[in-house]
């Protein structure tokens, strides 16, 4: 027996060793990266609705608009319009809303035709999309103008919505 007879299986022993502890620790590193980027990824797909109030002053408009303004597209769940001053609940389409800015506007003030864009339900919001909720044509009399009618809109309205994200991150806001 030689020495060589000797070293040898301690040496194969120790190359054995320490590819596996390569593997493992490169098997390792693949799955952190992995858990790296799979939250990368919830966050480049992340949706973030907002709403606006615009005066068209010329066409006597007002428009309540909501936009994505996230990276990834908003699944809309749930839309509704919140009387202020009652917390009564009313759903974004021709009825609720009629009923609504016309309690809020005033019985003697029904200049108010709104026009209601609806949508379906589970409705896919594109990231850097706008959807146009409704918008409001007031004829102002002559003591007041259509920023008055917007104020009062603004001031008398909530908007409420809850949305979830591809990944079923659930996201809910009054006013955003």
């Known amino acids: 027996m030689t020495g060589w007879d000797v070293i040898e299986p301690v040496i194969t022993l120790g190359l054995s060793v320490s590819s596996l502890v390569i593997a493992s620790r490169a098997l390792s590193e693949s799955a952190r990266n992995g858990q790296a980027q799979r939250a990368h990824n919830?966050?480049?797909?992340?949706?973030?609705?907002?709403?606006?109030?615009?005066?068209?002053?010329?066409?006597?408009?007002?428009?309540?608009e909501i936009k994505n303004n996230g990276v990834g597209p908003a699944i809309i769940d749930r839309l509704c319009l919140v009387d202020m001053k009652t917390a009564a609940e009313f759903p974004v389409d021709q009825?609720?809303?009629?009923?609504?800015?016309?309690?809020?506007?005033?019985?003697?003030?029904?200049?108010?035709?709104?026009?209601?864009?609806?949508?379906?339900?589970?409705?896919?919001?594109?990231?850097?999309?706008?959807l146009e909720?409704?918008?409001?044509?007031?004829?102002?009399?002559?003591?007041?103008?259509?920023?008055?009618?917007?104020?009062?809109?603004?001031?008398?309205?909530?908007?409420?919505?809850?949305?979830?994200?591809?990944?079923?991150?659930?996201f809910e806001a009054f006013d955003p």
Do not use: C
């Open 42 to 64: 919830r966050l480049s797909v992340k949706p973030a609705v907002h709403s606006w109030f615009h005066v068209l002053s010329d066409k006597n408009m007002v428009i309540l």
């Open 95 to 130: 009825q609720g809303l009629t009923t609504l800015i016309q309690s809020r506007l005033g019985v003697a003030q029904l200049y108010a035709i709104p026009r209601v864009k609806s949508i379906g339900p589970q409705y896919t919001l594109p990231a850097n999309e706008s």
């Open 133 to 170: 909720l409704f918008q409001v044509e007031i004829f102002p009399d002559e003591q007041q103008t259509i920023h008055y009618y917007a104020a009062r809109l603004r001031n008398r309205l909530s908007f409420f919505i809850s949305y979830h994200s591809i990944y079923d991150e659930q």
